[in-house]
Structure formats: C-alpha cells, structure tokens
C-alpha cells in the first residue's frame, strides 16, 4: 500500500512526490502519456532541445521557488524578448519604446506617452471588456496592429468578448528594456526541463502510459491518498458540464540552416496569418549545444491556438465568468473528497505560470507532509 498516488508527472505532481519521499511516505507516480514532465516536457531533436508542448521561459520573483528549482537543475540566462510580425512590419515586444519608436517616430519617452494618451481618451469610464482593456492601456494604433489578431487567434473569441482582465499580463514600458518579463529571476534550465523533472523524480518509482480514470478503482485501491492534476471536470466524468479549456497544436519543421528567424519567439499579430507565432527552438540555448557548439540545423514551431474537444490536450483555462461558475460547483464537490488532493492548472482550474505552480504545490506540502 502506497501512501500517495500522484496522478501526473508534470511540475506539480512531480514536486509533490518528491517532498512525499523526502519525508518517508511512500510513493507512486502515474502518467497518462508516454513521458515525465507534463506540458513542460523537452526533447533532445537535431542537438536541440525541442520544447513539444510550446515554449516554456521560466521567469519569477519568488526566491524560495528559484533556490527550490536550483537544487535540480542550472538555468541559463536566456531572456524573453519576442518579436511582433504584422504584415512584414517587425515591433519589439512587450510595448516598450522601441515599439513606439516603430509605430510612431516618437524618440523620447514623454512623446510616446503623449501619444498613447491622447488614444486613451476613447475609452469612457471602467473597461468592459479585452478590447476596452487594451485600447485604455496602449491606445488605438498598437491595438489594431499588435492586439487584436493575434488575441482573437489565441482565444478563438472576439476581443469585445473577452474579459478586461487577459490584457493585463501584457506589460507597457516607457523605456528601451525589452525584456519581456518584470522578474528577478530567468532562465531555462540546461539540459531541458525533461532532464529537471527527471532530477526531482530520481528514487520515485513512476510509471507512464497509465490512465488513472481508466481504471480508477484499481489505482484508489493500491494508495492512502491520491493527488490528481489532470481536469477536475473529468475527474467527475463531466457530471456537472464541461469546463473550457484553450489547446494548441503546433506544425514542427526541421529546417537544414543554421538560423530561420532569429529569435526564439516571433508573433504574428495580422489576422490572416493563420499561425500566432513561430518558435524557433534553439534560440532558446542561444544556438549552441551543451559544449558550445554551433548548431548546424534547426527546428521551427507554428504555432496554432484552437478551440479545446474532449480527447484534446487541455492547456489552460479559458477564466471567464461561465467557466469560473460552473469550477465553483465542481469545487464544492472536491470539499467532500477526504481522499483526493486537486492540484495544477487543470485541477485547479487556475491560469498558473510555472513559478505559481511551484509555489502552490509547495505550500500544499506544507500542510499536508506532517
């Protein structure tokens, strides 16, 4: 008899567990897929680790969940500095005064504030929606070209139908810094995040191509306790509805060049491109293999955001007030679950970064690894 089942090998699970041994439980990991690492998972392709899930930048100002990582992996020091596409015009991203430089001519930083605040005006009072949202905080111009496209291929939604609060992860910068995440803290770890996960896995038995809601009652029946990370709506066979979920599918290419676009990320924000962006792999470890060798070939990611199907992958929550609705009954059922931990991004419905999910599993063990 095993003390926990963790269902899930991705950064939560994986933490869990190992905190769960550190402290003598006895432990079981799970995996539906046939790999550790969940949405994270990289692979060795070509010399270059191919993120096959997405991109995945690990940025954060928590210091406990960086020195926490530090114990099993070294970061490199990438910076995420992505590139806007709009119909062949180039924009630096987040929106900084390279970007209004480019859109505007402005030079310095109190022409580019004059500019989006004589745009500003258009919006009357709170904002009601993403696109009221966006055009409050950059104006009317850097939303047609640099918003719009690219969030309504995301969301599969219109702006005007989107809540205000998805724009505000985007930041707006008045100075030359690129940089796209305000944290102390990034990098991606060397060796690819494959290699991290199996780090914290090491001495935990797991075992892939396990689907725990399959054969549910065998695996409830091997454990004291079970952690799940998979959706929560599964997890009760949808008895209440269907929770939305956003999905991507990417079209990977092995290109025989050394360099495709020069940057790891590029956006392209124009509706009728129909990918959102193109990820270029080895960018992300600066070209080079682990002993500093130029890498001769290269891998691209177009990247495609669709609407998720049962039997797609679930990547994250669409977070509006009909979904956030009908996650309250589902967590009013969970308060009766004595035997079951729901944690991540799709247990918990949440919208998690990678450092939130660190953070939430470790205060989970807190209380729960007595």
């Avoid at 009652?217 to 929770?243: H, M, Q, R, S």
């Avoid at 293999?289 to 130029?294: A, L, Q, R, T």
Wanted: charged share 25%; net charge negative.
């Amino acid at each position: 008899m095993y003390d926990y089942l963790v269902v899930g090998a991705g950064l939560y699970g994986s933490i869990f567990a190992h905190e769960a041994m550190q402290k003598g439980y006895k432990v079981l990991v799970i995996e539906k897929r046939s790999h550790v690492a969940g949405n994270i998972y990289t692979e060795k392709v070509e010399g270059i680790n191919f993120h096959k899930y997405g991109a995945h930048i690990f940025h954060t100002n928590n210091e406990e969940v960086w020195k926490y990582l530090k114990q099993f992996c070294n970061f490199n020091r990438f910076t995420n500095s992505p590139i806007a596409n709009y119909k062949g015009e180039l924009y630096s991203m987040p929106f900084n005064m390279y970007t209004f430089n480019k859109m505007w001519g402005v030079v310095t930083p109190e022409e580019a504030m004059a500019k989006i605040d004589e745009q500003r005006q258009e919006i009357k009072g709170i904002p009601q929606n993403l696109e009221e949202q966006a055009i409050s905080l950059v104006g009317r111009d850097i939303y047609e070209k640099l918003v719009k496209g690219y969030t309504e291929k995301q969301w599969g939604r219109a702006c005007r139908d989107l809540p205000a609060f998805i724009i505000k992860r985007l930041p707006v910068r008045f100075t030359f810094d690129n940089n796209y995440f305000n944290a102390l803290y990034q990098g991606i770890p060397i060796g690819g995040y494959t290699k991290m996960i199996e780090n914290i896995l090491n001495g935990i038995e797991v075992k892939c191509n396990e689907d725990y809601l399959e054969k549910r009652n065998y695996w409830n029946n091997l454990a004291k306790k079970i952690v799940y990370t998979g959706p929560i709506d599964a997890f009760y066979e949808y008895k209440l509805g269907t929770l939305e979920y956003r999905s991507v599918r990417f079209e990977n290419e092995i290109l025989d060049k050394i360099n495709f676009q020069g940057n790891a990320a590029v956006n392209y924000t124009d509706k009728e491109t129909p990918w959102t962006r193109i990820i270029e792999h080895k960018w992300f470890e600066f070209g080079k293999d682990e002993n500093g060798n130029i890498i001769p070939k290269t891998i691209i990611s177009r990247e495609y955001s669709s609407e998720w199907i049962p039997g797609d992958e679930p990547y994250y929550p669409v977070n509006d007030e009909k979904n956030e609705k009908l996650y309250e009954q589902y967590k009013k059922l969970v308060n009766h679950e004595d035997k079951v931990i729901f944690g991540g991004r799709l247990g918990e419905y949440k919208y998690y970064d990678m450092d939130t999910t660190v953070a939430s599993v470790l205060e989970m063990c807190k209380k729960e690894l007595i």
